[in-house]
């Protein structure tokens, strides 16, 4: 076996921060700052209520592009287009119909405006390094972006995708807990491709990760806290945008449907960042043989890419 030293270190790291913190998990109820917060929020969705006919869909643009404006405006190193565009991405991939695409386009455009109405001494360093009382201040943006769009009746759907699009599928996400099929789809998309972004930008930890790390980061929480499907529609478009293509020249297949000459398209690793199987290698039977038992004994949930042109 091979270590991937980068990874691995990375991954540890992440995994000791989150370790620290579960002894002071986020609370829904966030005391004399979360109420300071929600009034603040509370007195944009008044303001944006008393605005005429605020359910046009020419004033909604306005108000949508004001937002998102001001957004830039607060957080210049967030790559805001690139979120949209791998969120769009894999809705396409996932045949989404045209009013999902819609909802889950504004929620990429206004997943920050909750921290609009945050102090900067939260939102200007890695939230995983906040002490446990700014920890669960911050954890109230996801309500603070739904309540400020709430009371738009064309928005309704946005502002429940942006309550939950910090939700994890086994519990462990805020600022609700909800688990798996309590999660709208949009929020399960979101939270993928902006935990994706957060650790490429170093917004997330002390430190920012290599692309091959924060891919590594998504495979080895698919199924725990990241949905697995929406993990394997984003790696395959990650991977096709860096080649310059949109054309899916890679699928994902399960271990069970394996068949000898099929050509592994990369690297294929454990929960440990342990290289198993390395990309572009021809599969034998004997090979096949080996990673279901590796699989069966170690209850791999790792995805498997390989080359459509073999398969």
């Not at 979101?190 to 990760?209: E, K, M, S």
């Not at 924060?214 to 199924?223: H, K, P, S, T, V």
Request: charged share 25%; net charge positive.
């Amino acid at each position: 076996m091979i270590t991937n030293t980068s990874t691995t270190v990375r991954v540890a790291q992440a995994t000791e921060l989150n370790s620290r913190l579960q002894s002071s998990p986020p609370r829904t109820d966030s005391g004399t700052d979360g109420h300071a917060l929600r009034q603040r929020a509370n007195q944009q969705a008044q303001a944006a209520e008393q605005q005429p006919a605020v359910d046009d869909s020419s004033n909604r643009l306005d108000f949508v592009s004001a937002m998102v404006a001001e957004a830039r405006s607060r957080f210049p190193g967030i790559q805001r287009d690139r979120i949209v565009d791998d969120c769009l991405a894999v809705g396409r991939a996932m045949k989404l119909s045209d009013g999902t695409m819609s909802t889950l386009n504004i929620a990429a455009l206004l997943c920050d405006i909750g921290k609009l109405a945050l102090p900067n001494s939260l939102v200007s360093q890695p939230h995983m390094s906040l002490d446990a009382r700014a920890r669960r201040a911050f954890y109230e943006h996801p309500n603070l972006a739904a309540d400020s769009i709430n009371e738009m009746d064309s928005l309704r759907e946005v502002a429940t995708a942006l309550r939950a699009h910090c939700e994890h599928q086994d519990g462990s996400g805020y600022p609700n807990r909800l688990k798996g099929g309590e999660i709208p789809l949009v929020s399960r998309i979101l939270c993928v491709v902006r935990t994706y972004r957060d650790l490429r930008d170093g917004t997330r930890y002390p430190f920012a990760f290599t692309q091959m790390e924060a891919r590594d980061f998504l495979a080895i929480r698919a199924g725990r806290a990241l949905d697995p499907i929406i993990v394997e529609h984003f790696c395959i478009w990650l991977n096709n945008y860096a080649r310059g293509t949109g054309d899916h020249i890679e699928r994902i297949v399960r271990l069970k449907d394996l068949r000898p000459g099929m050509r592994m398209s990369r690297d294929l690793r454990d929960e440990n960042g342990l290289l198993m199987l390395a990309g572009g290698v021809k599969l034998t039977a004997r090979l096949i043989n080996r990673l279901k038992t590796l699989g069966h004994h170690r209850q791999s949930t790792a995805p498997l890419f390989v080359e459509d042109c073999c398969t």
